[in-house]
């Protein structure tokens, strides 16, 4: 506490404050354009850093971290495109809910649980990051390639009444993922003799496919056959959820923060897994199942604080092992090497001020994030009131404008429009295209975690039944799929009965 409090001045010093506060904007600002990301965020404001102190650069950082994790669920609630991987989970009930013109109200909510997911795994990073730390180290290939494979299991939760069309989903989501080159072996894969295919499937591109393009050309064709929909904008205001409705979900906060943070401490995971893990969860234990899916307020309260949360775990193994879990920690990883802090056991012993420093500077851009979108939501839904056929073109032209600067490839471009044309077509069959980005995002985690411990084992599968952990998850796996089974046959049950009885009371 001691230190804590010496440490209070320099956060709280002027130019800190500010850095922090212009951090966290261009963070939300890069997190709600599609295309864009908090990465691009970080590697952005990076060099800008080398001219400060530690403590404010370290600020800075920490706040586009932050703000371009909060970010995602902006675009992702308005115009129905996760501006981030992590956000692609909020889509699912963000965007009906400014549909039905509650805009206003998922945003706030999705400000305020945010928050509270990323100062819960604050405190848990605080207080038990050694142990914690320890733990995560525990996760070897084996582990962690049953951790995401209970991750993949969340597909059934996805898949909404039939099971099959969630897995055929999540398949093309795997051959997507596998176009490119190898990473172990450095072979071509399915690439057809083509040399720009080398550079494979960028998870942003397919997901700017996959949830722009078909959602310009339905609103497209509804505005060409004069059945253009239209939202109710009058009534949209800055609104913060009642305490009545976030206690109602304050059980799913609780568990969706010990989720997300739980997630974000094992490396190579992140905030796409954890947010998909608590959705999945708060779904299969809702009394109101069926409305997840429809702008269900639970379904956006659970992906915002688990994909927050993520960010204080993520900082445990960073901090104390210099592990960093996802492409953003490892820029910030280099940018505390960069101003002289090499993480480790030994960076708080002797740099225990700048530790602190980091408490306090993630618990002030949690305040800027805040603050920024509260006052901001009046403005952020004023592009709900521009008309629906001439808000899609803009869209798509930035979206492939986002696309394009991805990776400076017109090849991405092609990628987004070939990808968005599968996902109109698998939406007019009733496939669902979630469980696709599902296999995107962990597909790539699963072969490698896979492969790297059958090398470890000299090709033995041994490792995978050896380990309690592996098994753990192994069990979990089993339990979820049982579990979605068993609801299919129930759910196929009820018309028959129903026939049945409306026969028999006939008689």
């Known amino acids: 506490m001691e230190t804590l409090l010496a440490v209070l001045p320099l956060v709280l010093d002027p130019l800190t404050l500010g850095l922090i506060v212009v951090g966290t904007l261009i963070g939300i600002v890069f ?16 060099p800008i850093t080398f001219g400060f102190d530690t403590v404010p650069a370290i600020g800075m950082l920490l706040g586009a971290y932050i703000g371009g994790m909060t970010g995602g669920s902006v675009s992702a609630i308005l115009i129905g495109i996760p501006g981030t991987p992590s956000a692609a989970a909020t889509v699912l009930d963000g965007y009906p809910l400014a549909k039905n013109g509650r805009a206003g109200l998922a945003l706030g909510t999705a400000v305020v649980v945010s928050a509270f997911g990323g100062l819960f795994s604050l405190a848990v990073m605080i207080v038990s990051v050694d142990f914690v730390a320890r733990m995560a180290i525990r996760f070897g290939p084996a582990e962690i390639f049953a951790l995401v494979l209970f991750g993949m299991s969340t597909i059934c939760g996805l898949a909404g009444k039939s099971l099959l069309r969630g897995m055929i989903a999540g398949t093309i ?153 996802d492409p953003a920690t490892a820029i910030i990883l280099g940018g505390l090497l960069i101003h002289g802090l090499a993480p480790g056991p030994m960076l708080f012993i002797e740099h225990k001020v700048e530790v602190y420093t ?9 305040i800027s994030v805040v603050l920024i979108q509260y006052f901001g939501i009046r403005l952020f839904v004023k592009i709900l009131r521009v008309p629906p056929h001439i808000l899609a073109v803009g869209i798509l032209v930035v979206c492939t404008i986002g696309t394009f600067a991805i990776r400076n490839s017109f090849l991405d471009v092609y990628v987004m429009t070939g990808v968005g044309l599968i996902g109109y077509l698998l939406n007019r069959f009733r496939i669902p295209v979630t469980p696709i980005v599902l296999g995107l995002v962990l597909g790539g985690s699963l072969e490698r975690e896979f492969r790297t411990a059958m090398i470890l084992s000299e090709g033995s599968l041994d490792i995978f039944y050896t380990s309690p952990l592996v098994l753990f998850f192994f069990g979990l796996v089993i339990a979820v799929l049982t579990f979605q089974l068993v609801g299919e046959r129930r759910e196929r049950a009820k018309p028959k009965s129903n026939v049945q009885e409306s026969a028999h009371a006939e008689s």
């Open 358 to 366: 980091v408490y306090l500077a993630i618990g002030v851009a949690y």
């Open 173 to 325: 989501g795997l051959l997507l993922m596998t176009i490119g080159m190898d990473e172990l072996d450095g072979v071509p894969r399915m690439t057809f003799g083509t040399t720009s295919m080398l550079q494979g499937v960028h998870l942003l591109v397919a997901m700017v496919g996959l949830f722009a393009v078909p959602q310009v050309m339905s609103v497209l064709v509804n505005y060409k056959s004069g059945s253009q929909a239209s939202y109710r904008t009058e009534a949209v205001k800055t609104e913060l959820p009642s305490l009545r409705q976030l206690g109602s979900n304050w059980s799913v906060m609780i568990r969706s923060a010990l989720i997300g943070t739980g997630i974000g401490s094992i490396p190579g995971t992140g905030g796409p897994v954890a947010a998909f893990l608590a959705y999945d969860h708060a779904r299969r234990f809702s009394p109101d199942k069926e409305k997840f899916g429809k702008g269900q307020l639970s379904g956006v309260v659970a992906p915002e604080t688990a994909n927050n949360a993520v960010t204080g775990g993520a900082m445990i193994p960073l901090l104390s092992l210099g592990i960093p879990g």
């Open 31 to 46: 997190g709600s354009i599609p295309g864009l990301t908090y990465s691009m965020a970080l590697v952005l404001v990076l």
